[in-house]
């Protein structure tokens, strides 16, 4: 016989059953879920959040799904407060959302499907840095709104003007967490390099895509960012603080006592220990001699030359000198006379200290031609001082070749026969001085038009200027003396350019 308390729930039961209701009694128990509404996203990891409406002494449950027919069969997420975050989802699509009561065991209904979208913004701009590794280059940038790709393009020249457009770092996109990417040099230098590497002294220029992965359009980096590989350290040997000087050929045809004491005042307010002037006379030479006092000499008087080198007589002397042609494309013309000196020192640091050669060149160019003509004019003339150099180098010494290389490299191409001074000594065994440990003013032209410079805009300023490396093993600091005047004016219209190197040990 049923106890009273059974026939009294047996009874409740066909109650309900008698209204029609397909309910549990727990689920009668407990309210639908109202109010849910959107709490916020987190774009960057794909993920929404929810709120909606307290039932008195309940723990939720949530759901999500692409779809509304996808939520039947999504995992179901437990939460103990009126707001819950969503596992990645697609950013690209509505994604919905059910939410529902729990308590004591007993469950609620699921609450009415909510649809919400993740409100994706035009992707913003990444700003590049970067840092010079070992034959490489790391670019690095941080965190910028609305993007879920990165692409690193480079380009060997500013503003991206190198023959054959832009290189791609890593070969495509980098996802959303990506911060930073390496691109690696060539380490030998060769045509076909595209002036890249260490020893060329140029930097790699970066620029960045971004996107987000549901909208279309990209958005590109202000401008490109030039970024020098590391720079060696030189090893052990004799320091020296090397010059080159265009003071330039008696402008408004006089050589003033004015202009030569501010030649002086410009060599010695630096602290150098030997000078390749270019445009400088055997007169202009002579002046500037007998200005910087006893201890200073000219290292090989060219009478008919426009080039001369001068060598502190405290710290060097001369153990041997002469002259070598350089052609000339001027019409009417005869070859540049280009003088040459092997300095020993007199106090040298070490049995194994050597003697170094150094080399004062200015190429010439004519004007009235074409600029793939003068490239390739000046591509002869280096070769052959290259020659010259090495039959007047007989034994086989640290070389320094300075001087005016008239480079400004635009347009930027590696073609055959069409490669100027500078990379065209690089790629024979030299290294620009510029590629040191540090670097001063390389935002400056080193051609001053005796006027006031500016830092160019692209950050890192075309040369005419070089001091060019062989058999050593990078510089120590490269200094472009940009601004400097004399008594309120400009001694030439070209800056003084020194490197402190390091003639290295046998």
């Known amino acids: 016989m049923l106890s009273r308390s059974r026939v009294v729930l047996a009874a409740l039961v066909l109650a309900l059953a008698g209204l029609g209701l397909s309910v549990t009694t ?51 997420q437990s939460v103990g407060t009126t707001v819950a975050t969503s596992p990645a989802l697609n950013r690209c699509v509505t994604n919905y959302v059910q939410v529902r009561a729990v308590k004591r065991g007993a469950v609620g209904p699921w609450s009415a499907a909510k649809g919400l979208r993740f409100h994706n913004g035009y992707p913003t701009r990444a700003v590049l840095s970067g840092v010079g590794l070992d034959n490489a280059v790391k670019f690095t940038w941080k965190w910028a709104a609305n993007v879920t790709r990165y692409r690193l393009r480079w380009n060997a020249a500013e503003w991206g003007k190198f023959a054959g457009g832009d290189g791609v770092v890593g070969g495509g996109w980098f996802n959303q967490y990506a911060r930073s990417a390496v691109l690696k040099l060539p380490t030998t230098p060769a045509p076909g390099d595209k002036m890249m590497g260490v020893a060329y002294a ?247 038009g005796h006027k006031n410079q500016l830092p160019i805009l692209s950050g890192v300023a075309s040369r005419s200027d070089y001091i060019m490396l062989k058999g050593f093993e990078g510089s120590r600091a490269y200094v472009n003396v940009a601004n400097w005047k004399y008594n309120g004016a400009f001694v030439s219209d070209h800056n003084l350019v020194y490197a402190d190197v390091t003639i290295p040990y046998r």
Request: charged share 20%.
């Open 202 to 448: 140029n930097p790699v220029w970066g620029q960045m895509d971004t996107r987000h992965v549901c909208r279309s359009g990209t958005a590109i980096s202000l401008g490109y960012k030039p970024v020098f590989p590391k720079a060696p350290v030189p090893g052990p040997g004799d320091d020296l603080r090397m010059a080159t000087y265009n003071v330039e050929l008696f402008p408004n045809n006089t050589d003033s006592p004015g202009r030569i004491n501010g030649m002086v005042k410009n060599i010695t307010d630096h602290n150098l220990s030997v000078v390749a002037l270019q445009e400088a006379t055997a007169a202009t030479a002579s002046s500037l001699e007998s200005k910087l006092a006893s201890k200073w000499k000219v290292a090989t008087p060219q009478p008919d030359a426009a080039q001369q080198i001068l060598y502190d007589g405290s710290v060097f002397r001369a153990v041997a000198n002469g002259v070598f042609d350089v052609p000339n494309p001027r019409v009417p013309s005869r070859p540049l006379a280009t003088p040459w000196v092997v300095l020993r020192l007199l106090a040298p640091s070490s049995q194994q200290s050597q003697d170094v050669f150094v080399t004062s060149i200015h190429f010439s160019e004519n004007t009235a031609k074409t600029q793939m003509e003068k490239k390739h004019d000046v591509n002869v003339s280096a070769l052959a001082a290259l020659r010259a150099i090495e039959a007047a180098n007989t034994g086989d010494l640290p070389v320094i070749a300075a001087g005016d290389y008239r480079y400004l490299r635009e347009p930027f191409i590696d073609r055959a026969g069409y490669v100027e001074g500078p990379p065209t000594f690089v790629r024979n065994g030299f290294f620009d001085a510029m590629a040191a440990v540090r670097k001063v003013n390389f935002n400056y032209t080193t051609v001053n």
């Open 26 to 76: 727990a689920e009668a128990a407990l309210a639908r879920v109202s109010g849910v509404s959107s709490a916020g996203e987190d774009n960057y990891n794909a993920r929404l959040k929810v709120r909606w409406s307290a039932v008195s002494g309940a723990s939720y449950q949530v759901r999500w799904a692409g779809s509304t027919t996808g939520l039947a069969r999504a995992a179901v």
